[in-house]
């Protein structure tokens, strides 16, 4: 038998997981029962449980099923997640932490003024962090509980959090972005392969959602956290040569530029009033609102760089993979129509596309020179 606490801890953790209804998991988050001294050997083990069977079912749910194809050691590898990885490789191991968590969030509601939880962050593990990401989007219904997590250190410089939910962080003074380097290698890439069709998702509300921002200041904060994290996140995958792991980010703009010649409205054609009195932020907050479609310079010098590759490259492999993911979704196209929406937005910024070199057949004639 367990107390009541213990139950309203496992119903709270299984909503987490997405096993029990958001009415009766946020409705068990503002009912406290008093906190026993210890968990009993029975619910310390069904906690256990519950954390490894459910975090791998949410992963499996989440994408872990689709075959697809990803890298391994520099080389493609294709099918699902468990067939494209070794068993060890994926085991997730949660620290203390994790249960420590369990136990403060079932005796206190995150902001009611009470002590908060604090763990050290460098003892945090990849699977304490999966958790902790699936905590923040579940209680993200409530404003008040989710802007309360956000001043958390755990959620705070939660690298899932952070990449998933960018426009939560839209702020005046932006946080410090947390390091992605452990999320391109060993377990934490794993997870991210896991979870891109859960990024793809976000990224596609996001964009889809600027045209009914109406507040300047709002547009303008929320394109700086998102370029902030997409430098970061990107850079990092580039270093780690991981770019496979931001496809996501090149499927959200192929579904969001499949239309020719969309204006910069789309984005920004609901903000209200004339803006702030300078020219200069006004239109700075009309290229924050494009932050997306700016990576697309980035891209670009990835597929330039994946066909100069030539076969005494050590990372000809990957290069290749990214190159055909390039033009499976069509990147030199979306890279152009991006071009000219940033282009009409700032009639004198230098045309990516310009010069003899930059389309598709002028590099190819270079190469067979």
């Not at 377990?187 to 045209?211: D, F, S």
Request: with cysteine; aromatic share 8%.
């Amino acid at each position: 038998m367990v107390s009541r606490f213990e139950a309203n801890l496992l119903r709270i953790l299984r909503f987490f997981l997405r096993q029990v209804p958001a009415e009766e998991g946020m409705r068990l988050i503002n009912a406290k029962p008093t906190k026993p001294e210890c968990l009993s050997p029975a619910a310390v083990h069904l906690v256990r449980d519950s954390l490894s069977k459910g975090c791998v079912l949410y992963l499996v749910r989440a994408g872990g099923w689709r075959r697809e194809r990803f890298l391994r050691r520099g080389l493609p590898k294709y099918g699902r997640l468990w067939e494209r990885s070794e068993v060890p490789d994926l085991t997730l191991r949660f620290s203390e932490h994790a249960l420590e968590f369990l136990i403060w969030v079932t005796a206190n509601k995150p902001g009611d003024g009470k002590l908060s939880w604090q763990p050290p962050l460098k003892e945090l593990t990849p699977a304490d962090e999966l958790l902790f990401f699936l905590a923040y989007e579940a209680m993200r219904i409530d404003p008040d509980i989710a802007a309360a997590l956000r001043l958390m250190a755990p959620f705070a410089a939660n690298a899932l959090v952070r990449l998933a939910y960018p426009e939560d962080f839209a702020a005046a003074q932006p946080q410090a972005t947390p390091d992605f380097a452990p999320w391109l290698t060993g377990l934490g890439a794993l997870i991210l392969e896991a979870l891109q069709p859960v990024l793809l998702a976000r990224w596609l509300a996001i964009e889809r959602g600027k045209g009914l921002i109406g507040d300047w200041s709002r547009m303008l904060h929320q394109g700086r956290a998102e370029q902030q994290v997409l430098e970061k996140f990107t850079a990092a995958a580039e270093s780690a040569g991981r770019l496979d792991l931001a496809r996501f980010l090149v499927q959200v703009l192929a579904a969001v530029l499949v239309t020719p010649n969309l204006p910069p409205t789309f984005w920004t054609g609901g903000l209200q009033g004339a803006g702030p009195p300078r020219l200069a932020e006004r239109l700075e907050t009309q290229r924050s609102a494009l932050s997306l479609l700016r990576q697309t310079e980035r891209f670009r010098r990835w597929e330039e760089r994946a066909r100069r590759a030539g076969w005494d490259d050590e990372d000809r492999d990957a290069q290749k993979f990214w190159l055909g993911e390039w033009e499976r979704y069509n990147g030199n196209t979306i890279a152009q129509r991006a071009e000219q929406i940033l282009h009409q937005l700032e009639p004198l910024r230098p045309a990516e596309g310009s010069g003899p070199s930059r389309g598709p057949s002028a590099r190819r004639g270079e190469m067979g020179r």
